[in-house]
T-cell receptor, first 113, second 108 residues
Framework: DSGVTQTPKHLITATGQRVTLRCSPR?????VYWYQQSLDQGLQFLIQ???????AKGNILERFSAQQFPDLHSELNLSSLELGDSALYFC????????????FGQGTRLTVV | GQNIDQPTEMTATEGAIVQINCTYQ??????LFWYQQHAGEAPTFLSY????GLEEKGRFSSFLSRSKGYSYLLLKELQMKDSASYLC?????????FGKGTTLSVSS
């Protein structure tokens, strides 16, 4: 158990809908990363937060947004969902933003039908 | 920008040694990580290099050459359970960017 909790584990929704994925980092970790992993792709970096502030942005679509709350949990919002958004979404946390290993949650498997 | 290259697939036999290479091109380098990921599971941390040289951890070792933008993961005494994807990841600034991974198949 990495100590990073992601909910829900599975999510099935229809095209055009909006969903929210939740991540609770390890106790004491300030940095949260979000990744998307499709079958034929590696881990695509979406966005990183550090202590409530956005720190780095990757290939995140405009339909997607995220935030980190004062208690350090984070949410990833996906809207106007398309079939191609079906993927495994991972959250990872690390103690600091740089130079420390990131621990991954078990992921949320999103299926858009 | 970031461009991380590693072989797509490798095969090896139990008890052998395998080396998985990774090259990267970026600015703002803050370290090189290796992760292991079994199918359908979360990646787990294996090693971290920020200075040139070899880091050894049991059966696994990782090497870094910053001037060459090159790293490798060395796995010794391979076991069947080592069959997995091995992900090279560069910390560029504060972002942690992953390569597409190398799928290693270990056979008996």
């Amino acid at each position: 158990d990495s100590g990073v909790t992601q909910t829900p584990k599975h999510l099935i929704t229809a095209t055009g809908q909006r969903v929210t994925l939740r991540c609770s980092p390890r106790s004491g970790d300030l940095s949260v990363y979000w990744y998307q992993q499709s079958l034929d792709q590696g881990l695509q970096f979406l966005i990183q937060y550090y202590n409530g502030e956005e720190r780095a942005k990757g290939n995140i679509l405009e339909r997607f947004s995220a935030q980190q709350f004062p208690d350090l949990h984070s949410e990833l919002n996906l809207s106007s969902l398309e079939l191609g958004d079906s993927a495994l979404y991972f959250c990872a946390s690390s103690a600091r933003g740089v130079g420390t290993e990131a621990f991954f949650g078990q992921g949320t498997r999103l299926t858009v039908v | 920008g970031q461009n991380i290259d590693q072989p797509t697939e490798m095969t090896a036999t139990e008890g052998a040694i395998v080396q998985i290479n990774c090259t990267y091109q970026t600015s703002g380098f803050n370290g090189l990580f290796w992760y292991q990921q079994h199918a359908g599971e979360a990646p787990t941390f294996l090693s971290y290099n920020v200075l040139d040289g070899l880091e050894e951890k049991g059966r696994f070792s990782s090497f870094l050459s910053r001037s060459k933008g090159y790293s490798y993961l060395l796995l010794k005494e391979l076991q069947m359970k080592d069959s997995a994807s091995y992900l090279c990841a560069e910390q560029a600034g504060t972002a942690l960017i992953f390569g597409k991974g190398t799928t290693l198949s270990v056979s008996s």
